[in-house]
Every structure is written in structure tokens, then in C-alpha cells.
T-cell receptor
Framework: QQQVRQSPQSLTVWEGETAILNCSYE??????FPWYQQFPGEGPALLIS?????DKKEDGRFTIFFNKREKKLSLHIADSQPGDSATYFC?????????????FGSGTRLLVSP | EAAVTQSPRSKVAVTGGKVTLSCHQT?????MYWYRQDTGHGLRLIHY???????EKGDIPDGYKASRPSQENFSLILELASLSQTAVYFC???????????????FGPGTRLLVL
């Protein structure tokens, strides 16, 4: 019940296209969903996040679409650039008194070809 | 200025040997975490700590110990390193101001460990 699944494992798009990365989760108690971006040789860094009370969150070219009923969300990267080539992790989080629990998916490796 | 640093950045260890990975943060965060990253598994939580001198088990603690001697420092210890512990290890810190889970984790650059 704690799993977070991501698909596809890897994705290649052409520069300028929209990349769509998918994520699903099992535990309906999760209420916060951050996406982390990781470049080779670096640690992950927060890219964008959404709360379960929202169905959409935009930040520039990055948009999260969230479907609470289906326990699915997706990250859309519009006008993809070669600099967006990285691994993207979807995570799911729930709070509890004194702390919180976060579970990471296995990641999607995105390659944007010029 | 990097807020979470790790040392060493890479290490080769022998099976059965002791390995200590160190993490230092200047974020003034209470929470610190150790994750391992393996291809196809993403990030898995090994140990975490929310206060100095106390550590908690994560999802995969077997074979690992942790030490939090101060708010800034958090170490991961492999007493008897095994081949299966070859991975990239990440340290992270976060505010975790309270419940709600709306927290950002700040990761270090990682330590690449190879056990032979």
C-alpha cells in the first residue's frame, strides 16, 4: 500500500515536444506529491509539487495533472529542451503528528533530443 | 554554497570491511535522511533522524547503522560491507515543520560505493 509507480522507465522526445511522465500510487492517505529532478552525478532537487486538494499545478513549462479518484498524476513538460534531460522522481507524502512519510517512485529517465 | 555535503564522494570497500559515510548540512534542519539509489528501485529510505543523538529505522535498515552526533552531522555505517550494498547513497535534510507532509527534502551530491 505504500508503493509509488512510475511509467515509462525511460522516454525520448524531440526538442519542442511535450513530454508526459506518469505516476500512480496505492495509499489514499497520501496528500502531497512532489516531483524531483535529478541530473547525472547530482542529488535530486524539488521541481514542482501538488497537494491532493488540487487537480492541476503549473510552473512555467512544467504542469502536474492530478486525479485523486484514480490515484494517478502526470508531469507534463511543454516545449521540452535538451537541458530537461534528467531523471524525474514522483513521490507521495503523508503527514502524521511529529513527522511525515514520503515514498519515491523508481523514476523516469527523460532524454530530449535536439 | 552547498547546503548538504557528503564525504567521500566515492569509495571502494572490501567485503566484510567497515564503511562510514558522512553527511553535513548547513540548512539548520531537524530532519536528516539516508537513502540508497539502485537502478530500477529509485530512492529507498535506510535511516532517518529528527533530533541529535537519535535515529530511526527506515524501510531498508538491515545491514546499516546510523549516527546523529549533532544537528548538522549524520553518518551511515556499514559494519560488515557486502556486495549487495554496492549503490549510490544520498543524504538529505528537511524542515518537516509538522505534520501535513508538505516538506521539501534537500539532497547532497551522493556517495558512490563499490563493494568488492
Amino acid at each position: 500500500q505504500q508503493q509509488v509507480r512510475q511509467s515509462p522507465q525511460s522516454l525520448t522526445v524531440w526538442e519542442g515536444e511535450t513530454a508526459i511522465l506518469n505516476c500512480s500510487y496505492e495509499n489514499s492517505a497520501f496528500d502531497y506529491f512532489p516531483w524531483y529532478q535529478q541530473f547525472p552525478g547530482e542529488g535530486p532537487a524539488l521541481l514542482i509539487s501538488i497537494l491532493s486538494v488540487s487537480d492541476k499545478k503549473e510552473d512555467g513549462r512544467f504542469t502536474i495533472f492530478f486525479n485523486k479518484r484514480e490515484k494517478k498524476l502526470s508531469l507534463h513538460i511543454a516545449d521540452s529542451q535538451p537541458g530537461d534531460s534528467a531523471t524525474y522522481f514522483c513521490a507521495a507524502s503523508k503527514g502524521y503528528p511529529g513527522g511525515y512519510k514520503v515514498v519515491f517512485g523508481s523514476g523516469t529517465r527523460l532524454l530530449v533530443s535536439p | 554554497e552547498a547546503a548538504v555535503t557528503q564525504s567521500p564522494r566515492s569509495k571502494v570497500a572490501v567485503t566484510g570491511g567497515k564503511v562510514t559515510l558522512s553527511c553535513h548540512q548547513t540548512n539548520n534542519h531537524d530532519y536528516m535522511y539516508w537513502y540508497r539509489q539502485d537502478t530500477g528501485h529509485g530512492l529507498r529510505l535506510i535511516h532517518y533522524s529528527y533530533v541529535a543523538d537519535s535515529t530511526e529505522k527506515g524501510d531498508i535498515p538491515d545491514g546499516y547503522k546510523a549516527s546523529r552526533p549533532s544537528q548538522e552531522n549524520f553518518s551511515l555505517i556499514l559494519e560488515l560491507a557486502s556486495l549487495s550494498q554496492t549503490a549510490v547513497y544520498f543524504c538529505a535534510s528537511s524542515d518537516a515543520k509538522g505534520w501535513g507532509g508538505q516538506d521539501t527534502q534537500y539532497f547532497g551530491p551522493g556517495t558512490r560505493l563499490l563493494v568488492l
